[in-house]
């Protein structure tokens, strides 16, 4: 055979092979591509769903939802934690105000470095990371992260512009900011996270703290529940009887006697900082005088925050709903409390005509709970009229 009859047979192979060549290389191809998205995918989600990454063993570790946040940053922020970077203490520790390098903004809230080691602070942090990672709501605080280790803890929030409502309430200038219509829609967002949390988290969480302390304002004015440091998961299968926790003036009568947890505490908790919010001071007076005859004299209207001009007609037919509900919760017997579902749900049904004048609604008819059942029937004549609907 010579060199011809060489090259005129090599020639055939070679386009077979042009010819089978994409048939091997696309399925190759397409391989490499579902194995590179399946590896950023995972990427992704240990990112997002598990963001957990560890320093020195165990000692260290700091959780975040966008893996930017480091110890370094945080050291760095706050100059290694100088108090000038303290924007609020309490028994438990600090909360640091630290700016990251990526011009972002966080709340830090580091304990006591004498609390870091004592049993009860331990299973309180631990308690806020457990319950905060497993839920999420509008007007819940966001945990970022967390730092556990012997000698130092502390947890990332988002940072809220506008403090506590507790400090907003209490100061004559920013409390005149705080509007009437603000302060409805702050009780409205409060009423709607208590709701998830007792009946959209299974086991329902109750936080057991609900003050205007814990309240967390953003920079449009939107409420946030923070510090879970105490919240208790409720099993039906238990007493979950527990020693009385809480904020003095906010606390549940019946914890005194029955230390029985329930998600009627949060609501009566509610019921307080609703009144606190409407009135702009912490209703004391009004809650001693639930069990003897309040004056007949007293007018809804006098009660509320003399600091800011009377609300119009449309706002204040939305403050007596509210005033309505507060009171209801603040019943004596919890049995006799609505649920924050009800309570919920009655802010987002229309108002209630009353046949009383608006001016002339008394504190005592608002104790008495008299509109109170009269709203409760007309929610349900409304609910049942846009069923049949259907």
């Known amino acids: 055979m010579g060199n011809k009859d060489i090259l005129a047979s090599s020639k055939k192979p070679i386009y077979q ?13 397409l391989f490499l591509i579902i194995v590179c998205v399946k590896l950023i995918h995972n990427a992704t989600k240990k990112k997002h769903a ?6 020195n063993g165990d000692l260290f570790s700091i959780w ?8 370094e940053d945080i050291i760095k922020g706050t100059e290694g934690f100088d108090m000038k970077y303290c924007i609020g203490t309490g028994a438990y520790g600090c909360v640091y105000k630290v700016p990251l390098p990526n011009g972002k903004v966080v709340a830090l809230k580091k304990l006591h470095g004498f609390m870091a080691e004592d049993p009860t602070s331990d299973e309180s942090f631990r308690s806020e990371v457990d319950v905060l990672s497993k839920i999420k709501h509008r007007h819940i605080v966001k945990l970022l992260g967390f730092c556990l280790h012997k000698r130092i803890r502390f947890l990332i929030y988002e940072y809220m512009e506008k403090g506590s409502l507790f400090s907003v309430l209490y100061d004559d200038v920013e409390a005149i900011e705080l509007e009437w219509r603000k302060r409805v829609n702050i009780i409205k967002g409060i009423a709607h996270a208590l ?4 009946h959209d988290c299974i086991p329902p ?8 302390s814990n309240i967390l304002l953003n920079s449009e004015w939107q409420p946030n529940i923070s510090d879970f440091g105490i919240a208790r998961l409720l099993r039906y299968d238990s007493s979950n009887r527990t020693i009385v926790a809480g904020t003095y003036g906010y606390i549940a009568p019946e914890l005194a006697y029955t230390m029985a947890v329930t998600e009627k505490c949060d609501v009566y908790s509610f019921g307080v900082v609703a009144l606190e919010t409407l009135m702009g001071k912490h209703p004391q007076e009004i809650l001693s005088s639930l069990q003897s005859t309040y004056s007949h004299e007293i007018t809804l209207c006098e009660v509320l925050d003399q600091r800011l001009a009377p609300p119009t007609i449309a706002v204040l037919l939305e403050i007596i709903d509210v005033a309505i509900v507060a009171f209801a919760c603040l ?6 409390r609505p649920s924050m579902k009800c309570v919920s749900q009655s802010f987002l ?3 209630t005509t009353l046949n009383i004048p608006l001016c002339k609604i008394s504190v005592q008819q608002l104790m008495s709970q008299e509109l109170f ?16 609907a259907f």
């Open 17 to 29: 092979q042009a010819k089978i060549l994409p048939i091997i290389i696309c399925p190759i191809a």
């Open 50 to 55: 598990k963001p957990i990454a560890t320093k």
């Open 64 to 71: 975040n939802y966008d893996g930017h946040i480091a110890y």
């Open 195 to 198: 709701s998830y949390l007792h």
């Open 205 to 212: 969480i109750v936080h057991r703290d609900i003050s205007s």
């Open 331 to 336: 019943n004596n017997n919890p049995h006799y």
């Open 349 to 351: 049904t229309q108002h």
């Open 373 to 388: 059942r009269f709203k409760t029937k007309v929610i349900n004549f409304q609910i049942e009229g846009d069923l049949s």
